[in-house]
């Protein structure tokens, strides 16, 4: 999936796989990433109050299949990897939010349980307003694979994260330019601040709508300090991060939740 495709899921393709009519099973994305051009149908600020987190929506859930989705973070409208236990999930472009709900965790319910999941992907045009895409390995804890879809509630919920939080740099960074990318939040993120010199001091960066904090400035190589900011306002401060374009750095914090 690359950032200027969009995901399409044919239901009939997921109910025949799964039902043995195809080779590989499970419904799929026919074209790839998140939507075209990388924005969510809204875009306003995501805080902890918001109706995502405090509300849950009924709606239904599909299933992808991996050949559909590689977790390939260059090319998914999050720039994340799948998650270690394959637990994730793609949200439709209103509640996307321009990226901002990236990293976040949903909690989904279904007809055989519940499962929490992290926002990894946009499905963009195959999902309309409140529905969602579920890995494989999550569908099958809520649903029956055989059903192809199933209905199921959702919200969002604070993420249960092991360590501290990260700090990934786009490969094509260098001394001018920088995309930075917050992982492993217990909460998503909301702005950052980023002090690159004592001249400089700190600048307030936003998000760009594909999950990064860009910034173009006489940069230099690092170490840069920087104060991270939850939806719920907690700010982490990390002080002395190192600067290694195209990898990814730990913290040393996390959001308490």
């Known amino acids: 999936m690359t950032r200027h495709d969009s995901i399409g899921v044919v239901t009939a393709w997921a109910l025949a796989l799964a039902l043995g009519c195809g080779d590989d099973g499970g419904a799929g994305a026919a074209n790839g990433g998140g939507s075209g051009d990388g924005t969510g149908g809204e875009s306003s600020a995501l805080t902890i109050d918001d109706p995502l987190f405090t509300t849950s929506s009924d709606t239904v ?6 050949e559909y989705y590689v977790c390939e973070t260059e090319e998914s409208a999050c720039g994340l990897p799948c998650p270690d236990d394959s637990l994730w999930v793609a949200i439709n472009s209103t509640d996307f939010r321009d990226s901002k709900t990236c990293s976040a965790c949903m909690e989904v319910t279904g007809p055989l349980g519940t499962v929490t999941v992290e ?3 946009n499905c963009g045009g195959a ?18 694979a055989a059903e192809g879809h199933v209905d199921v509630s959702w919200q969002l919920v604070p993420c249960q994260r092991t360590g501290p939080i990260a700090f990934a740099y786009e490969p094509d960074s260098d001394e001018w330019f920088a995309g930075i ?5 217990a ?16 600048v307030t960066l936003q998000m760009d709508g594909w999950n990064h904090f860009p910034i173009s400035d006489d940069l230099g190589s690092g170490p840069f300090d920087f104060r991270v900011r939850a939806i719920d306002g907690q700010e982490l401060v990390e002080e002395g991060i190192e600067y290694v374009p195209g990898e990814v750095v730990q913290g040393t914090g996390q959001f308490e939740i």
């Open 181 to 185: 990318q917050i992982r492993n939040p």
């Open 61 to 66: 859930a599909e299933y992808i299949t991996p």
């Open 119 to 121: 926002v990894v992907e």
């Open 127 to 144: 999902c309309v307003d409140g529905e969602i895409e579920l890995s494989r390995a999550a569908f099958e804890l809520i649903g029956e």
């Open 187 to 202: 909460l998503p993120v909301a702005e950052i601040d980023i002090r690159f010199s004592d001249e400089a001091g700190w």
